[in-house]
């Protein structure tokens, strides 16, 4: 099998430094003559590092795979509500709002081709959960693709939703306030234990489209986008963890991943800033090489603006190009794979979406 390597070169713009007028002194805490071994600095960087982000992350188990021919999707378990019970939900940095399946619910699958076996959150079973009312502060405002109701015909003036997704599937609910459970790791100790947060989340009670169908049903979609109302947002606001998420997906046949809201100390992890005042995580592209010649591309293609540029969506199985980027990508692939030349421009993009990106 022949491997095809394509480069996405993702730079940031750097300020030019400013010229210093006052000069602070600075003592060095070990001696030149005092010598440390590596592995105490590495500790003490990484109490430091604790401390300065909070010292904890809540870790989640991931399932799923990214063949898109098999499940495309990776979902995580979340525990709601007193008793607590435990729902299925798709991890999407694409969208905001943790919603999981309400009893009643219209629409809402009660099978699944996953084998989960579909639960529903229901109000009435938690000694804990409570309606938010249009008038609370928490009730949510903007939020990525959602239309956020509150007017005297609500009933009860309950603070109500409507997402609508890229595939035209829609689902719409009302906001709950309920526990949420998780598992707590203190990076000193690495040490585990149990805990809980009051979170806004969604309590969905209808579905449409391809959100009703049973091929590939979940209990909902935990988003982690960078709104105030996601759960990464919310918990950082209580003091629980720091406002990041690290999101880890493995590639290979057997799936799953990391998924943990907190600091993960990596030395290997390569940082790319992120374009702030977005409503997505969105990256600066510069340009894309394959097999490492540079693709005759204007860079101007990859320029952000409001509702234009690379976003980071995890929901999103497949990565996506502009025209004028896909095809000097695809003619270039096509060079380099002979047998590909005569497939049709669907079968292309099949192939090559599965090829190793970043």
Known sequence: ?????????????????????????????IPLNHRVKIDTLIARDSIRHSRILGGVGVNFSVQGIADPNSFGLYTTKVKLGSPPREFTVQIDSGSDVLWVNCNPCTGCPHSSGLGIEPNFFD?????????????????????????????????????????????????????????????TIKQS????????????????????????????AFDGIFGFGPSDVSVVSQLSSQGKTPKVFSHCLKGDGNGGGILVIGEILEHNIVYSPMVPSQVHYVLNLESISVNGNLLSINPAVFATSYDQGIAV???????????????????????????SKDCNRQLCWTYYSLLPIL
Do not use: W
């Open 123 to 183: 109000t009435t079973s938690s000694s804990t959960a409570a309606l938010v009312n249009c008038s609370d502060p928490i009730c949510p405002i903007a939020v990525q693709g959602a239309e956020v109701h509150c007017s005297h015909k609500v009933k009860h003036k309950q603070c109500s939703y409507n997402f609508q997704f890229q595939d035209k599937s829609t689902t719409s609910g009302v906001y709950v306030s309920d526990d949420m459970y998780f598992d």
């Open 1 to 29: 099998m022949q491997f095809i390597y394509i480069t996405l070169l993702l730079l940031a713009s750097i300020a030019a430094p400013t010229v210093c007028t006052t000069y602070l002194p600075l003592k060095r805490v």
């Open 313 to 339: 969506d995890s929901g999103t199985t497949l990565a996506y190009l502009i025209q004028e980027a896909y095809d000097p990508l695809v003619n270039a692939v096509r060079f380099l794979v002979p047998h």
């Open 189 to 216: 100790s690495s040490t585990s234990v149990n805990s809980s947060a009051t979170i806004l989340f969604g309590c969905s009670t209808y579905r449409f489209g391809g959100l009703s169908e049973t091929v590939r």
